[in-house]
C-alpha cells in the first residue's frame, strides 16, 4: 500500500459549488424541444416566446401582437443570439414550473396575464412565495 493515497485526498483538487440559477420552481417534469429562432433576436435564458404562424420561427413573446406570436409558447433553455440575415437553432422548455422573478418577457405581459396564457401548454409560473409552499 506504500505510495497511494487511501484518504481521498489529491494534491490541487478543487471543488465547485454548483449555484442553480432558479428558472425551475418545482418538480414537474421538463419537457424541451428544439426550434428555430427567428432572426434578430437575442433571447436570454428563462426568455417567453411565442412563435410566428407564417415563418413557424420563435421569437419573444408580445402580448400585442398579431403574427402568431402573441401566444407563448415556451421559455428559452439557453441563451441564443441571431444575426440580421441568419435564423438559429434553440430550446425551449414546453412544460415545467417557473420562477416568475427569472424569467424574461416583453413589457405588454403581466405576471397574472402570461400565468393565465402559459396554463393552456403546461407551463406553470409561480411567484417565489408561491413555489416555496409545499
Do not use: C
Amino acid at each position: 500500500m506504500s505510495g497511494q493515497n487511501t484518504y481521498g485526498f489529491y494534491p490541487m483538487a478543487q471543488q465547485v459549488e454548483f449555484v442553480p440559477d432558479q428558472l425551475i420552481a418545482g418538480n414537474l417534469k421538463l419537457v424541451t424541444r428544439d426550434v428555430t429562432i427567428g432572426e434578430n433576436q437575442t433571447l436570454p435564458r428563462g426568455a417567453v416566446v411565442g412563435q410566428v404562424t407564417a415563418s413557424g420561427q420563435f421569437i419573444l413573446s408580445v402580448a400585442t401582437a398579431t403574427d402568431g406570436s402573441q401566444n407563448p409558447l415556451g421559455i428559452i433553455v439557453d441563451t441564443v443570439t441571431t444575426g440580421a440575415s441568419a435564423t438559429g437553432a434553440g430550446s425551449i422548455y414546453e412544460m415545467g414550473e417557473f420562477n416568475s422573478n427569472y424569467l424574461t418577457y416583453d413589457p405588454s405581459w403581466n405576471v397574472t396575464s402570461l400565468t393565465n396564457a402559459f396554463r393552456n401548454v403546461s407551463i406553470f409560473i409561480k411567484t417565489s412565495i408561491s413555489s416555496n409552499i409545499v
